[in-house]
């Protein structure tokens, strides 16, 4: 997480990786040094926006790191305390920094043990799984980490603790499966998205949105309006199955298009950020935001009035409800407002950046509305270890 801060705070950190290099030579088996070289080299593979939106490839030099990190110990401890109310174990994969949930950013707090196990397909030898209050499922479910996800999902089914965000649960999220679950839900709306290959014929009229199957960042993302913009589509993509799903026109009456950010734990919706532009693909870092004293106004209004005027008092039932379908504690949603007054939903997942990395002093309201996420997260892994704690009928010991 510091990592992340620093990058999002512009900082060179070559002469930290630098000290670190020269840590790993001395010292070849010091994992936390190997994984935290790993780390920053991933880094360099983040593009413009700052180390939130991550550029997924081949990162040998980091690969190599991590490898060697894990022959020593798949076990790292991040946030250690003497006497810790709460210890947590993230189930993590190995990988690029975005392969698993930011949870670090979540649980800022001095009398909580954060604990990451990765958890690797091919690898049954780790030794005794560290003593732990509660788990959470922080690997995402992409392709390269697929292997790691289907072993906890296997461990899931003789769990000892309180284990939050279950697989079979973070499956739902999956684009072509996610809009089902809206279905019955007023004030929610969902697209339905289709997976094609190359030669189907197109399930939806124009215009219609097509990205590759295993894109995300909105890498590969366009509007296609008629026969010859698919033609060039595919002249330029040579990906062999695409998503595609309806487009839906959601600017507002000013004629710009508002995108939000909301994260719900346990059912309660909770704001993140907004951003603001002329282009229908929009993301927070690119919509020129941290530029504008008049979008900054406006966010911050939607970040103050969320529960008394904003989206979680008009659509926080029917949130609620998509809550208690998916069965996830934690995830996150990018959304809009539809012409008609629904809550448009363009994606969801555990695994997408809350952070409060903003600076106080110029972001004081954001900053607050964090740390009221944060707590909500933090009381809600309590609350799971106490309810587990009351049907035992003892306190695991530390």
């Known amino acids: 997480m510091i990592f992340l801060k620093m990058a999002h705070d512009g900082i060179d950190l070559l002469p930290l990786q630098e000290r670190i290099e020269q840590e790993v030579v001395k010292y070849p088996h010091n994992a936390a040094a190997l994984l935290d070289s790993a780390a920053l080299t991933f880094l360099k593979g983040s593009d413009a926006t700052g180390a939130m939106e991550f550029v997924k490839g081949v990162n040998v030099l980091g690969q190599k790191r991590q490898q060697a990190a894990f022959e020593q110990s798949v076990f790292f401890t991040v946030r250690e305390s003497a006497a810790p109310t709460l210890r947590v174990l993230a189930l993590a994969a190995p990988g690029e920094v975005n392969c698993n949930a930011p949870i670090e950013f979540l649980l800022q707090n001095d009398d909580i043990e954060t604990t990451f196990w990765y958890v690797l397909p091919d690898r049954q030898d780790e030794g005794a799984v560290p003593e732990h209050d509660i788990a959470v499922v922080i690997s995402d479910l992409s392709d390269s980490s697929k292997e790691t996800a289907d072993r906890i999902q296997k461990m899931e089914q003789s769990w000892p603790k309180p284990l939050i965000n279950r697989i079979e649960n973070l499956q739902k999220f999956a684009r072509d499966r996610f809009f089902s679950f809206a279905k019955g839900i007023a004030g929610i709306y969902i697209p339905e998205t289709r997976v094609v290959s190359r030669t189907d014929a197109m399930p939806f009229p124009y215009p219609f949105i097509i990205r590759p199957l295993h894109s995300f960042g909105g890498h590969g993302l366009s509007k ?131 952070h409060d990395m903003e600076s106080p002093t110029r972001f004081p309201v954001k900053n607050e509305k964090m740390q009221e996420l944060f707590r909500a997260f933090q009381t809600m892994l309590k609350d799971r270890y106490l309810c587990s704690i009351q049907k035992t009928g003892k306190r695991p010991s530390k």
Not at 250 to 273: E, N, T
Not at 281 to 307: P, Q, R, T
Request: hydrophobic share 40%; aromatic share 14%.
């Open 224 to 354: 296609i309006e008629k026969q010859s913009d698919l033609e060039s589509y595919l002249e330029t993509h040579f990906e062999s199955q695409f998503f595609t799903s309806p487009f839906i026109d959601y600017s507002s009456s000013d004629g710009l298009f508002r995108k939000y950010r909301i994260a719900v734990v346990d059912g309660k919706a909770f704001p993140v950020h907004m951003a603001i532009n002329e282009k229908w693909a929009l993301w927070y870092y690119s919509s020129g935001m941290l530029e504008s004293e008049e979008k900054i106004a406006e966010e911050v209004n939607f970040l103050l009035n969320f529960d008394t005027s904003g989206l979680g008092k008009k659509y926080g039932a029917a949130i609620e409800q998509l809550a208690k379908k998916i069965g996830s504690e934690y995830f996150v949603l990018d959304c809009a407002e539809t012409k008609t007054g629904e809550l448009l939903i363009f994606e969801g997942g555990h695994d997408m950046v809350v």
